[in-house]
T-cell receptor, first 112, second 115 residues
Framework: DSGVTQTPKHLITATGQRVTLRCSPR?????VYWYQQSLDQGLQFLIQ???????AKGNILERFSAQQFPDLHSELNLSSLELGDSALYFC???????????FGQGTRLTVV | KNQVEQSPQSLIILEGKNCTLQ??????????LRWYKQDTGRGPVSLTI?????NTKSNGRYTATLDADTKQSSLHITASQLSDSASYIC??????????????FGRGTSLIVHP
C-alpha cells in the first residue's frame, strides 16, 4: 500500500458526460501528480500541484482540469467525455518536487 | 521535444536468468532518471532513482546504470523470479524554472518470466 488513495476504483459513463476523480496523497506529501495511461500510449503526465498551486502542466486537454484543496487532496475533472478518454488515471504524491513519487492504484474510466 | 525510448518492447525469459532493459532519452535539462515496476492494473512502484552524478544504483536484484554523456540507462535484473513479470518504465525528468520537474515516460518494457 503506497498510502495514496484514489476513488472511485472504476467508473463507467457515457460520452459527453463529466466525471470527477479524487486523490488523497500520502500524509505529509505536498505534491500531487495526475497521469493518464491508455492501452496504446503508456503513462502520460497531465499536471502537478504543490501545496495548492499548479506547478507543472503536461499533456492535459482543455476539457480536463484539476485542483488541489487546502487539505491537500486533489480532484481531476474530465468533461465532454469521449470514447478515447477511456483509460487508467493515476494519482501520485511526493514530499518534495525532487523526491520519489508514490502512485495510487488508479481509477479505471470507461466511456461508452 | 523530450523523448524516452525503451527497448525491447517486450521480453520473455526463463526463471533464474538475468536480463537487461534499455532506456535512451533526449531530455534537457536533465534532472533525474527513475525506473518503475508496474504490475498489470496497478500503480507503478519506484525501483531506483539516479541524478546526474550517479552512474549506478542497486535495489536488491535490480541494478540501474546511467551514462549521462550518451543519455542511456539500463536496468539489469539478476536471477529473475516469476514475480518480476511486469512492465518496467523509465522516467526522465527535466527541471523547469521555479523548481518544477516535468517527467517524460517511456512506453515501458513488458517482461514475462516463465517457470
Amino acid at each position: 500500500d503506497s498510502g495514496v488513495t484514489q476513488t472511485p476504483k472504476h467508473l463507467i459513463t457515457a460520452t459527453g458526460q463529466r466525471v470527477t476523480l479524487r486523490c488523497s496523497p500520502r500524509s505529509g506529501d505536498l505534491s500531487v501528480y495526475w497521469y493518464q495511461q491508455s492501452l496504446d500510449q503508456g503513462l502520460q503526465f497531465l499536471i502537478q500541484y504543490y501545496n495548492g498551486e499548479e506547478r507543472a502542466k503536461g499533456n492535459i486537454l482543455e476539457r480536463f482540469s484539476a485542483q488541489q484543496f487546502p487539505d491537500l487532496h486533489s480532484e481531476l475533472n474530465l468533461s465532454s467525455l469521449e470514447l478515447g478518454d477511456s483509460a487508467l488515471y493515476f494519482c501520485a504524491s511526493s514530499a518534495q518536487w525532487s523526491t520519489e513519487a508514490f502512485f495510487g492504484q488508479g481509477t479505471r474510466l470507461t466511456v461508452v | 521535444k523530450n523523448q524516452v525510448e525503451q527497448s525491447p518492447q517486450s521480453l520473455i525469459i526463463l526463471e533464474g536468468k538475468n536480463c537487461t532493459l534499455q532506456c535512451n532519452y533526449t531530455v534537457s535539462p536533465f534532472s533525474n532518471l527513475r525506473w518503475y515496476k508496474q504490475d498489470t492494473g496497478r500503480g507503478p512502484v519506484s525501483l531506483t532513482i539516479m541524478t546526474f552524478s550517479e552512474n549506478t544504483k542497486s535495489n536488491g536484484r535490480y541494478t540501474a546504470t546511467l551514462d549521462a554523456d550518451t543519455k542511456q540507462s539500463s536496468l539489469h535484473i539478476t536471477a529473475s523470479q516469476l514475480s518480476d513479470s511486469a512492465s518496467y518504465i523509465c522516467v526522465v525528468s527535466d527541471r523547469k524554472s521555479g523548481g518544477s520537474y516535468i517527467p517524460t515516460f517511456g512506453r515501458g518494457t513488458s517482461l514475462i518470466v516463465h517457470p
